[in-house]
């Protein structure tokens, strides 16, 4: 096994100051930052963008590709609002990459790294396609959604994958195909996909490598042997709306990129006090979850995502 570490990551120019914030976080905490490998699969990102990303790549002596994935490639692909159509280019990765390299660890654009990759990165798969961790919304997926057989859903943002089982899969063809049959049914965009693809093909890992506090306390900050840490939540730090103490990560990063003149689009007096209202929302709407009866959340979820695929098989 090669000493370089392969990282794939996804964006347009939406997400680029994401996406050089996530690999500043990489190369900060990672001890041999020349054998970091950054595969960007991009949707039209512009020579602005990409000009600040090799500011980046020579400033810590790491490597850095781009691989842009033409929009044609993509239109037809359903939109799911604030999540974009990026998350769909992770579906190419067996068919872009390089034939020489057999392993990638994909990361999404919304987290970041506070410890050493290597470890996750040289995990043995034990014979399965990916590694990844289970999604912290599993269950109530799996009660309300279609994924027959599927017995648990995993989280997408963060996925070991072994890329020459893809190929050997066909797993691009599988996912455009699969796309184009049931795109009024998928919620998740791309991680339906894969969920559907791969199951009972995936190994579970543990949360600390791609922990999400979406259902925990606003405040609550990860622990000191969390290797990632993802914000998923449809508010992200770089919102005035976001109120987490665990922001200042992002921030403290974001200041350490060609970005770090950042100031928030969203700060006016309005949000000032909104953003409060939703964290008090959200406060009790954690502290009301676990008492509250499944069939609420089923009939809760379903009146706004009413979609299901039956008796398919995949």
């Known amino acids: 096994m090669s000493n370089n570490i392969h990282l794939v990551l996804a964006s347009d120019n939406n997400y680029a100051q994401h996406l050089g914030v996530t690999m500043v976080t990489i190369l900060e905490n990672n001890h041999l930052k020349s054998n970091i490998v950054f595969h960007i699969l991009e949707n039209n990102l512009d020579q602005e963008n ?115 089982a893809w190929r050997a899969k066909n797993i691009t063809k599988k996912a455009i195909d699969f796309i184009t049959k049931y795109q009024k049914q998928i919620t998740s965009s791309d991680q339906d996909v894969l969920n559907c693809l791969f199951i009972n093909d995936w190994l579970e890992i543990d949360k600390i490598y791609n922990l999400d506090l979406k259902h925990e306390r606003i405040n609550k900050l990860p622990s000191k042997d969390t290797v990632i840490f993802h914000y998923s939540d449809r508010i992200k730090p770089w919102s005035y709306l976001y109120t987490g103490k665990n922001k200042k990560y992002y921030f403290k990063y974001l200041s350490l990129t060609p970005w770090n003149n950042f100031k928030y689009s969203d700060k006016n007096l309005k949000n000032f006090f909104k953003k409060y209202k939703l964290a008090l929302l959200k406060t009790i709407k954690n502290l009301l979850r676990p008492l509250t009866p499944n069939r609420l959340i089923d009939w809760h979820k379903k009146r706004f995502l009413n979609k299901n695929i039956k008796n398919e098989k995949f």
């Open 50 to 164: 990409k000009e600040k990303l090799k500011i980046i790549k020579d400033k810590y002596s790491c490597q850095l590709f781009f691989y842009n994935i033409q929009e044609q490639e993509i239109k037809d692909f359903p939109d799911m609002g604030y999540v974009g159509k990026t998350a769909y280019l992770r579906l190419f990765i067996p068919q872009i990459l390089p034939k020489n390299i057999d392993r990638v660890l994909y990361l999404d654009c919304d987290l970041i790294v506070l410890n050493d990759l290597k470890k996750l990165y040289q995990l043995e798969l034990q014979g399965k396609s990916l590694a990844a961790i289970k999604d912290v919304k599993s269950e109530d997926i799996l009660r309300i959604f279609f994924y027959p057989g599927i017995k648990k859903y995993f989280n997408s943002g963060v996925i070991l994958i072994d890329v020459n």
